[in-house]
């Protein structure tokens, strides 16, 4: 049997194109041999989101069914009680879940909200599951009181190039993204950072998110990669509706994932938003190209999601999370 090759992570754009340009088997085996060399292929992390804080958000994110640019109709909410949050994540632990992500729709949090999100994060650690918040951008001190509080991720999407960046959002620039990435690092917070394909990119924008995510200083943790969920009354939701925006080709999706894979090889890299509408063949092969986690339960934050029951389907069809299955894993992390 010949030893696997070994490829060195590529950090230029041309390499990065490359890769998205090989022949989709070999692409994927690639990421396969990557995958298997730092985790266990045959382990699917589960995560639970909750929005704790919904709607009317003041940024205009084309594709958000909560910005108040949307015309959603979605009513928007205040901040959850602390109670509640800790009952949903008590459910999501009894139903499996390793990870509770709660997500605001705010542009960054108000100081005067922090104490209730303080307890969040350590109510929800004390239910022994790992925590993420995604609450928009954060001061330096405000990044700290996370960190003081246990928080063990924080998400923050860079979303898609910086080259197109501005044509899914105005009202904040990718350096602005970057520098709360920075503070959440600096305060010794994971970070958990990806972003949306489906979008009406093209494969050249794709190439710089991924180029973008693994240059920053320190590779992120976790990597979400979204496929757009088209939503009605939002900009990309229209477009889509009206067509002359396509739904991303799966093939093109599962290629986004098998780089992500080769560029973080150490990374979560989770198939998020967007699972309710592709097929189980379509998310073994996202699994096979180095996939790892999941968004699990019946919604998203604001849209649905594949739900438990069809996810323990899955997981029994392709095989996955059975503790009696030994695998040839390699370490993990
Ligand atoms: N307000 C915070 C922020 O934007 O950083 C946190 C919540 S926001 C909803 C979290 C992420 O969800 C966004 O960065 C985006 O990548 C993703 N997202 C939002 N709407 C989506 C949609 N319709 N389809 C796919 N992903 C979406
Ligand atoms: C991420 O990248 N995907 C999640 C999480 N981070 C917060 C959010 C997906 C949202 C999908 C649209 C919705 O349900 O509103
Ligand atoms: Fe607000 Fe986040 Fe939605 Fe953008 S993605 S509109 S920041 S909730």
């Not at 910005?67 to 509640?84: H, I, N, W, Y």
Request: aromatic share 6%; proline share 4%; hydrophobic share 45%.
């Amino acid at each position: 049997m010949n030893a696997p090759t070994t490829f060195p992570t590529p950090t230029d754009r041309e390499t990065i194109a490359a890769l998205f340009d090989l022949p989709f088997t070999e692409l994927v085996f690639r990421a396969a041999e990557v995958h298997r060399a730092h985790h266990d292929p045959a382990r699917v992390q589960r995560a639970t989101l909750l929005s704790i804080k919904t709607g009317g958000c003041a940024e205009d994110c084309g594709y958000c069914s909560q910005s108040t640019f949307a015309e959603s109709g979605l009513k928007a909410s205040r901040l959850m009680d602390v109670d509640a949050v800790l009952a949903a994540a008590a459910e999501a632990k009894a139903a499996g879940s390793e990870r509770f992500c709660m997500g605001a729709a705010w542009r960054e949090p108000k100081d005067r909200d922090m104490a209730a999100i303080e307890a969040m994060v350590t109510g929800v650690k004390a239910l022994g599951l790992e925590t993420c918040m995604t609450l928009g951008m954060l001061t330096d001190e405000q990044a700290d009181r996370l960190a003081g509080a246990g928080l063990d991720y924080y998400n923050h999407n860079l979303d898609t190039s910086p080259e197109y960046y501005g044509e899914v959002i105005s009202t904040r620039t990718y350096a602005d993204r970057l520098e709360t990435l920075a503070r959440v690092r600096r305060a010794g917070i994971n970070t958990c950072c990806g972003g949306i394909v489906g979008m009406g990119e093209t494969r050249a924008d794709r190439v710089g998110f991924l180029h973008a995510l693994a240059t920053l200083p320190e590779p992120p943790e976790s990597v979400p990669i979204n496929a757009l969920v088209p939503v009605a009354g939002t900009v990309l939701g229209d477009m889509l509706a009206d067509t002359p925006l396509a739904k991303i080709d799966d093939i093109e999706f599962v290629r986004t994932v098998a780089v992500a894979r080769i560029l973080m090889p150490r990374s979560i890299v989770r198939l998020s938003a967007g699972r309710e509408s592709m097929s189980d063949m379509t998310q073994a092969l996202c699994f096979l190209a180095g996939a790892n986690s999941i968004f699990t339960g019946d919604r998203l934050l604001t849209t649905g999601n594949a739900g438990g029951d069809a996810d323990a389907a899955l997981f029994a069809r392709l095989g996955l999370n059975a503790d009696t299955i030994q695998t040839t894993a390699g370490a993990a992390g």
